[in-house]
């Protein structure tokens, strides 16, 4: 059996998401290569400032799994996680994050405070960029064009 494409997967719920009028930004959770949860960002939908793509797969993973820890997990997110999602992600204790476009303006990870290299920072996962780069990119373009445009 192949394994999913697990950015493409996270793809299309960022383009779920673009439908909703969210900022199109999707993730998905993963353990021994079986989604266990899967998001795009639900800010607007939710009145919740905090209901980032990232944030929402946590928690549904740790429902899901009846844990407090992810430990052994790995995050797919088509855009550089904030600092806000960095922290989740930490606190979370993923082994892995994969993330497709950077963002230099509101990036927590390789932009901003790089909330990973903070000594304050307990846990850092092994993070892979660029990771379905072109396609994150291209709806986020798409998706603010047609905002200005508009």
Known sequence: MTQPDFMAVA???AEMAADRGEVPV????????????RAGNATRQRN???????VL????ACAALQ???????????TLEPCAMCAGAISFARLRRLYYGASDPKGGGVEHGGR?????TCHHQPDIYSGIG?????????RFFSGRRDG
């Open 11 to 13: 793809l299309e719920e």
């Open 26 to 37: 999707g993730a998905v959770l993963v353990i021994d290569g079986r989604i266990v949860a």
């Open 48 to 54: 919740d400032p905090t209901a980032h793509a990232e």
């Open 57 to 60: 797969v946590i928690r549904a």
């Open 67 to 77: 844990q407090e820890r992810l430990a052994g997990l790995d995050l797919y997110v």
């Open 115 to 119: 909330f990973f290299s903070q000594p």
């Open 133 to 141: 780069e072109t396609q994150s990119a291209a709806l986020l373009r």
